[in-house]
């Protein structure tokens, strides 16, 4: 099984159980769907009851982008589902799943000898992941679709379920985070400055910024300020100042070195006072950020040490894990074994995560035409348009200081004073350049900054996340190939309402130089790069926030605790004989009949109880059901002795199967409580504008899209409205010159609780579950009235779901809140069959 087609298999396994696949859901508008499959499945079922807040937070915001979603989901499914396994028995799960023949004599000869060449695969891939004992995933994610975001979701994720089961090993407690150099350091400060309510839900917020710790080892004599045996700290450092030291001197070459080293007469290796301090903390996980450092044949003597210096932590005390987080999964063209997600670049750029991108190469780059002939493209087709407030950026790589002060420079200014483009654009950025320059060079990227013309010597290449810029040009051949592939496609980063595209100027040679980078490093090639296509993104912005108070009702059912004087039956050795091969899990609804209805309750979802086998005494076992039951533990331990198993048969049939817990629970409160239907009507202000602005993907044959600039204050809530089709478009042109119509709010489009509170529950009969249903239009009326508009295809009105659809619509809208509800089918829009039909309908109404 080649490295793809595990990640084939993998991915397969996990969209399984998550219980949709990624090709049936295109774009953004079709979230409501997917988010209801998602949480139907045995993936979202089956996780910790803090993983599904989590998850559900997520989708619900909507702030991570779809990669990223993806991402985090396989990394909880790794842990969760599939208990953090090694690459190896993750592979070895995928190579023999449960129930493959193994019986020698019952295997025809093709089938032996594919088993035997399955594990040949094995052995080999132990010998090349050198037998580690830990889990070690590698995320491969392009760049510009935000690896220090999902860093940061995985750290606060672990530390949350860590909170909440501390004795499971799967959850990190501590997080060290290893940077290639102190720029990126500086970068990943995005982990504590970033708003965490935006990826875990508010229950959780008190416990994160109560506990968090965070230690950023940028400077060499800062120190590591952690306690043994504490929890929740998150240390960030480049490997330089955490890996093992091999014995010597405490001095090199006449300077002193780090870290203070003693001399071993075994030649062991010795390790610095950081290290000595991480050993002391437990459940650690380790996230190596540009992971592609710590891989492959030509790195150097550091770089080597990480994965020695990783091990060490994990014989000390073992890791949760080692997250590896990288844009460039190959080497030397061949996939790295440890990847368990790849999102390449050419997906990033078809998504509109990266900008569009184009190779012009010149066959000599030392001459005066050269940077005039860049200049021209690049004032041509970027100018000063500002995008999101920010103006074009161009970066220059120069090999040396001098020649770029002696030899670039002042053929620069040559030609940008013939344009007559200003040469205070022009910034430089070297070692030697003034504290000015580098306040500048950091300020690229705010509406501020003036500078365009960016001159630099081994500067901007990882950890540089400057999206305004639109364009390199590799003035000389670098000194490093990879220098040329990072520093190059520095200009991919998306910004704006996609497409946008990016230019990269290059030498004849550092084209050939290039192109043999990304098929090594990226695994595809300059022309697919340069042919791949941005879906049509907008960036969608609040332009004032409106709420709308309605009356909903709801359905309370009141529990009310009946003393129980009689024996519970709980045959729990019955139950075990019937579903011993069925225990999946306490179902997390139930109907029960209550007044004569039907009513579907809410039950505590057994994923809190513990899922290793485990030994129960008499306290423990009453502890925990008292937990799901919230009965006083004095009446949990009555009732057992009470019921027909007594409390000795209790505790040997759940010593026997944990799960029969499930059972005693569902069991004691049938009996011991009687439940009452209330139904009460409650004021609700729902919000039509919540978490924006929001990146959406605009499908061109299915939808208008309208930019009305500012024009008519009182008819956009969010800007631009994206409407399904001409139909929506037209009706809305309509109601803006209506007499009887003051405000005007388009929410069809946004179809997420997430961003639009604005919906009617309705019961699909069809897949049997409730569903939301979001109107077109909502109507602001002279006469303070309201009305709610639906547009609908005529061959769609009388679908089950659309009839359905329109009844608790009316049920809410005019029996709950005296608003008018109108449904209009497309039709007669286009025919312009509805003008005088709204007139009439809104004074009759």
């Known amino acids: 099984m080649s490295t793809i087609s595990f990640l084939d298999q993998l991915w397969q396994a996990f969209e399984q159980c998550r219980g949709y696949t990624c090709a049936e859901f295109v774009g953004k508008r079709l979230r409501q769907e997917e988010n209801e499959r998602f949480y139907e499945g045995d993936f979202f079922k089956k996780v910790f009851p803090e993983t599904q807040n989590i998850l559900r937070h997520i989708r619900e915001v909507g702030f991570l982008r779809p990669p990223q979603v993806d991402a985090f989901e396989l990394y909880v499914y790794l842990k969760e589902i599939q208990g953090n396994p090694t690459i190896k028995e993750l592979y070895r799960r995928l190579l023999f799943p449960e129930g493959t023949p193994m019986d020698v004599l019952s295997l025809t000869a093709e089938q032996l000898e594919e088993i035997k060449q399955k594990k040949a695969l094995l052995e080999a891939l132990d010998s090349e992941l050198q037998g580690l004992a830990y889990p070690n995933w590698l995320f491969a994610l392009g760049m510009g679709t935000g690896k220090t975001i999902l860093m940061a979701t995985m750290i606060f994720y672990d530390f949350i379920l860590a909170e909440h089961y501390p004795e499971d090993g799967r959850f990190a407690k501590n ?13 990943l400060r995005e982990i504590q400055d970033f708003d965490y309510s935006k990826v875990i839900p508010q229950e959780y917020a008190l416990f994160l910024s109560s506990n968090l710790k965070f230690h950023y080892l940028s400077d060499v004599q800062a120190e590591l300020s952690v306690l043994p045996g504490s929890a929740y700290n998150i240390i960030v450092s480049n490997v330089q100042k955490i890996i093992l ?24 290796w010795k390790v610095n006072d950081r290290l000595r301090k991480l050993e002391q903390l437990d459940n650690l996980a380790v996230f190596v950020d540009e992971a592609h450092h710590a891989f492959g044949t030509s790195i150097t003597n550091d770089l080597k040490r990480v994965r020695e210096t990783i091990n060490r932590l994990d014989r000390k005390s073992p890791l949760a894990g080692c997250i590896n987080l990288t844009g460039t999964p190959y080497v030397d063209g061949k996939m790295l074994p440890e990847v368990v997600f790849f999102y390449s670049v050419r997906q990033a750029i078809d998504d509109g995560h990266l900008k569009q991108v184009r190779f012009i190469d010149y066959a000599n780059t030392k001459t005066e035409e050269f940077i005039r002939d860049v200049v021209d493209r690049f004032w041509r087709q970027y100018g000063e348009e500002r995008r999101e407030g920010l103006l074009p950026k161009i970066a220059f790589y120069c090999t040396t200081i001098s020649e770029l002060e002696d ?53 901007g290449t990882e950890g540089w996340n400057c999206r305004s810029l639109f364009a390199t040009a590799m003035y000389r051949r670098p000194r490093s190939k990879v220098f040329l592939l990072q520093s190059s496609l520095r200009c991919l980063r998306a910004i704006g309402d996609m497409p946008q595209t990016a230019t990269i100027f290059l030498s004849t040679e550092n084209r050939a130089i290039l192109e043999s980078e990304i098929q090594k490093n990226l695994g595809t090639t300059m ?20 709420k709308i108070k309605l009356a909903k009702q709801r359905v309370k059912v009141l529990r009310q605790y009946q003393e129980q004087t009689g024996q519970i039956k709980l045959a729990l050795d019955e139950y075990y004989t019937n579903h011993k091969n069925e ?7 139930r109907e029960m009949a209550t007044n004569g209805q039907k009513l579907k309750l809410a039950v505590k979802d057994s994923q809190t109880l513990q899922r290793r086998q485990k030994r129960y005494t008499l306290y ?3 502890e925990e059901i008292s937990r799901y039951t919230h009965l006083p533990c004095l009446k949990v331990e009555k009732i057992l002795r009470n019921s027909d198993m007594g409390i000795e048969g209790c505790l040997a049939w759940v010593n026997r199967e944990n799960r029969l817990i499930e059972v005693i629970v569902r069991r004691i409160l049938d009996a011991v409580f009687r439940y009452e239907v209330v139904n009460e009507v409650e004021w609700e202000e729902v919000e039509l504008a919540k978490n924006f602005p929001v990146d959406w993907v605009v499908e061109e044959d299915k939808r208008a899209l309208e930019m009305y600039d500012g024009r008519y204050p009182n008819s956009f809530h969010i800007e631009p409205y994206i409407f399904d089709n001409e139909s929506e478009k037209r009706l809305f042109e309509y109601f803006v010159e209506h007499k009887e119509i003051e405000e005007i709010y388009y929410t069809g489009g946004i179809t997420d609780v997430g961003h639009n509170e604005f919906y009617v529950e309705y019961y699909d009969e069809l897949e049997g579950r409730w569903r ?31 009839i359905a659809k329109e009844q608790a619509a009316r049920e809410l809208f005019e029996k ?25 309908e809104f004074e009759r109404k």
């Open 245 to 268: 030291k091999k014995q010597g001197n405490n001095s090199n070459n006449g300077q002193q070195t780090l870290f203070p080293v003693v001399k071993d007469m075994e030649g062991e």
């Open 620 to 622: 423990t076992l009453v």
């Open 772 to 802: 939301r249903y979001y109107p077109d239009f909502i109507l602001k009326l002279k006469n303070n009235g309201w009305a709610v508009v639906e547009v609908k295809q005529a061959d769609q009105t009388a679908h089950p779901n659309v």
């Open 527 to 546: 022309s697919e790069l340069e042919g791949r296509k941005n879906k049509r993104k907008v960036t969608i912005q609040k332009r004032k926030d409106v």
């Open 583 to 589: 225990f999946v899990g306490l179902v997390t609804e």
């Open 407 to 459: 030899e670039f420079r002042p053929l620069l200014e040559k030609v940008l004073a013939e344009k007559n483009i200003p040469l205070t654009k022009i910034l430089v950025n070297h070692s030697d350049v003034e504290d000015e320059n580098i306040r500048r060079f950091r300020l690229l990227d705010t509406p501020e900054s003036e500078d365009q013309f960016i001159l630099l010597v081994g500067k």
């Open 175 to 187: 997080a060290l985070v290893f940077a290639p150099d102190t720029t990126i350091i500086d970068s």
């Open 816 to 840: 709950l809140n005296s608003f008018h509800y109108i449904i209009k089918r497309d039709d007669e829009i286009r025919r312009g069959m509805f003008q005088d039909i709204f007139l009439v």
